[in-house]
């Protein structure tokens, strides 16, 4: 299996409250689309320092990282962010990676948004067993 992309809108969960709290309006709330690499590998997803900047994220922690290439870096933990795929969402954390590096749609994010990788389409699903709304594993 190649490569699989998928676009993602990403959005400022401070931004998302402050709207609705009627502090800001919905035209100003931070947001930006991107193609991520969606990676079953990746735990969480990880975004690079000019989404972080691009949606202020607020750090959270430092943690460590391994790469995939088993470098062992440390990394900022901003967020919170929504993560929207066609009819789906979820709210996570993000890794920062450093520079420009891929956008990388992990693990987490997919399971809760119950999103699928379709080895034969080489796309980004929605689990086609829950078209209408994402179902979540509750034992």
């Known amino acids: 299996m190649g490569l699989v ?6 959005t400022s969960i401070d931004d998302i409250v402050l709207s609705r709290r009627g502090f800001l ?20 997803l990880s975004i690079n320092e000019t989404v972080r900047a691009q949606l202020d994220l607020p750090f959270i922690e430092k943690q460590f990282g391994t790469l995939a290439d088993e470098t062992l870096i440390e990394v900022e933990i901003v967020g919170p962010v929504e993560v929207r795929f066609e009819n789906r969402r979820t709210t996570v954390d993000a890794i920062v990676l450093p520079g420009d590096a891929e956008v990388l749609l992990g693990a987490i994010p997919m399971e809760d948004m119950d999103v699928l990788i379709d080895p034969r389409q080489q796309k980004l699903v929605v689990n086609p067993k829950h078209p209408y709304v994402a179902t979540k594993h509750l034992k």
């Open 5 to 10: 992309y998928a676009e993602i809108n990403l």
């Open 25 to 44: 309006d919905k035209d100003k709330i931070k947001q930006v689309r991107v193609n991520a690499l969606v990676d079953s590998g990746a735990y969480m």
